[in-house]
């Protein structure tokens, strides 16, 4: 009987978390910036201190499922966290800059510091927060996708790992609930800032930390950005969800990391053999907030060979630019800055670069086509 009356009172408690969290007036809730929620202190520490609730808008950056894998897995195995979840959601308000991660995790009893099962969701419960946020406006709806809309609706978050993420404080109470409305379907994704690995770091690649978060990678953090004139170090490990992840490198021999997601296209598709533009989104994983960032890329397609101009397409116009890059490598280089069209990785413009050229200009940029 005891048992029983314990179990009554815990689900009573539920529901009444339920009614308090759903109760919320977020009409009444401050709007505030991504650059706000993000500031840093010097020493690379989250400096927001604005409290909870808030609302934030912006762009979905990721397919949930393109960056962690969602699929419900309960168990009581230290560190492992089951089923993950995460979009990143880049600002779009007058204003604003930066973007922030919305984090969900199955089993957060698994956690070290927690060390409960008590705080593990089911397969069952996970479901259902699943179907929550991939489906905000109703099931019968599409699901979340890149490029929607939304305002998120935080009622808790944590730093980690240096920046300041909405999650639900490794809690499985709704007071902790974040929820997801979505104001516009498919609006698109925001255009990428046109940068090189010289906005990210210096000339030994250590990453450029600024506070203001003005410049560096502070500046484009969940954000998107498209890095022109790269090339893979070692195509080593290429496939989808790299782990070690893969590093990027200049003409210059700045190197930044990339990791690939989990969308099946990085197996049907394989490396550039030379100089490329990809497009992505930063992240940052850092112990001491100062440094960690890495580029996100969700779709082979956002690699792009063969634009000789740097305007973001491969199309005729990019002919002239690639016969002046073969002609004259000076020329080119005070022409285009930044870009780079060897195709075939020996760090010169050469006719063995013509075939390969074709090929991408054939196939709308695609890499790995003919290289």
């Known amino acids: 009987m005891i048992g029983r009356t314990s179990l009554l009172f815990a689900t009573l408690v539920l529901l009444s978390a339920t009614l308090a969290a759903r109760a919320q007036n977020w009409d009444t809730v401050p709007l505030i910036t991504h650059a706000t929620y993000q500031a840093v202190t010097a020493q690379g520490a989250s400096a927001y201190g604005g409290g909870f609730p808030v609302r934030l808008r912006g762009v979905v950056l990721n397919n949930p499922e393109d960056w962690l894998d969602p699929t419900p897995n309960y168990n009581e195995q230290l560190f492992n966290l089951g089923g993950q979840w995460e979009i990143f959601v880049q600002a779009t308000e007058p204003g604003d800059f930066g973007g922030t991660a919305a984090w969900m995790g199955q089993c957060y009893g698994n ?16 479901v259902a927060e699943l179907q929550r946020l991939d489906y905000p406006d109703d099931t019968d709806q599409p699901p979340l996708r890149a490029g929607d809309y939304i305002e998120l609706r935080a009622r808790a978050g944590l730093p980690f790992a240096g920046k300041m993420n909405v999650n639900e404080q490794h809690s499985l109470s709704p007071l902790k609930d974040f929820d997801i ?21 210096n000339a030994a ?38 782990n070690p992840r893969l590093a990027l490198v200049d ?53 792009l060979c063969g634009d000789a101009n740097c305007d973001g397409a491969v199309d005729f116009d990019d002919i002239d630019p690639f016969v002046l890059a073969l002609s004259n490598a000076a020329q080119y280089a005070a022409a285009y800055p930044g870009c780079f069209v060897d195709l075939t990785g020996d760090n010169a413009v050469t006719f063995d670069d013509i075939d390969p050229f074709v090929a991408a200009l054939s196939g709308n940029g695609r890499c790995g086509l003919g290289e």
């Open 181 to 201: 409305v979505r104001l516009g379907w498919a609006v698109g994704l925001p255009a990428p800032a046109a940068i090189t690995l010289s906005d990210l770091v």
């Open 111 to 126: 956690l070290p510091f927690i060390g409960d099962p008590d705080f593990n969701y089911t397969d069952v419960e996970w």
């Open 205 to 242: 690649s250590v990453p450029i930390f600024d506070p203001t978060r003005q410049i560096g990678g502070e500046r484009h953090q969940a954000s998107r950005v498209a890095i022109r004139g790269v090339r893979l170090a070692s195509a080593a490990g290429w496939g989808p969800n790299t």
């Open 251 to 303: 003409t210059t021999g700045r190197q930044f990391p990339m990791h690939l997601g989990r969308n099946a296209s990085f197996a049907q598709f394989g490396p550039p053999a030379g100089y490329f533009t990809v497009t992505g989104f930063l992240n940052q994983e850092s112990a001491s907030g100062r440094d960690g960032y890495y580029l996100m890329v969700m779709n082979h397609a956002d690699l």
